[in-house]
Antibody, heavy 124, light 113 residues
Framework: EVQLVESGGGLVQPGGSLRLSCAASGFTFSNDWMHWVRQVPGKGLVWVSHINSDGSRTMYADSVKGRFTISRDNARNTLYLQMHSLRAEDTAVYYC?????????????????WGQGTLVTVSS | DIVMTQSPDSLAVSLGERATINCKSSQSVLYSPNNKNYLAWYQQKPGQPPRLVIYWASTRESGVPDRFSGSGSGTDFTLTISSLQAEDVAVYYCQQYYSAQYSFGQGTKLEIK
């Protein structure tokens, strides 16, 4: 069974840092793009970042560029999101998701599956 | 960046009736070399992560009931549920993957009338 399990969320003060992890199983992790998507409770989905299969290419939403870093350890089948200089508006549930490999484009296709998410709360 | 706009924001449909959700992109998501629309639909039930329903604008994901269908091309797309069931109550999102700055619609909340 393909499974993604996020961890590392919690309460952090504004300006603080947090590292999220996403443990993957049931598929060949090293073959696939991976993403982070966040969702403020009760609101919509917002893409945060992606990384290609070998970790050589990354991209970020403007709202997190320069503060967040996505990385992966293919030997451990784990995706990471290092978050610095956290703000109240970063409060959200953070999901990791696998990106489908699509020919003819230099990024991934649709996202499937998604993990259950981990809640990050930025508050003093 | 490509902006995705869904309509309506919420929708109440009677059991067994048709539900239609629209999605419009600010620029075309049709990739001419392969004539494919880079558009997906997701279903999110309360307390759950999103679930892929449709990709390539009209291809149903494995395990998704055939009452779900997707249509459209270019900038205008539709998700249709032909006969609404109680388990279809959810928020539905469209998403473009034409651009690496992936973007989602704001969501449409589907309820039972």
């Amino acid at each position: 069974e393909v499974q993604l399990v996020e961890s590392g969320g919690g309460l952090v003060q504004p300006g603080g840092s947090l590292r999220l992890s996403c443990a993957a199983s049931g598929f060949t992790f090293s073959n696939d793009w991976m993403h982070w998507v966040r969702q403020v409770p009760g609101k919509g989905l917002v893409w945060v970042s992606h990384i290609n299969s070998d970790g050589s290419r990354t991209m970020y939403a403007d709202s997190v560029k320069g503060r967040f870093t996505i990385s992966r350890d293919n030997a451990r089948n784990t995706l990471y999101l290092q978050m610095h200089s956290l703000r109240a508006e970063d409060t959200a549930v953070y999901y990791c998701a696998r990106g489908y490999n699509v020919a003819a484009i230099s990024h991934s296709g649709w996202f499937d599956p998604w993990g259950q998410g981990t809640l990050v709360t930025v508050s003093s | 960046d490509i902006v995705m706009t869904q309509s309506p924001d919420s929708l109440a449909v009677s059991l067994g009736e048709r539900a239609t959700i629209n999605c419009k992109s600010s620029q075309s998501v049709l990739y001419s070399p392969n004539n494919k629309n880079y558009l997906a639909w997701y279903q999110q039930k309360p307390g759950q992560p999103p679930r892929l329903v449709i990709y390539w604008a009209s291809t149903r994901e494995s395990g998704v009931p055939d009452r779900f269908s997707g249509s459209g091309s270019g900038t205008d797309f539709t998700l249709t549920i032909s006969s609404l069931q109680a388990e279809d109550v959810a928020v539905y999102y469209c998403q473009q993957y034409y651009s690496a700055q992936y973007s989602f619609g704001q969501g449409t909340k589907l309820e039972i009338k």
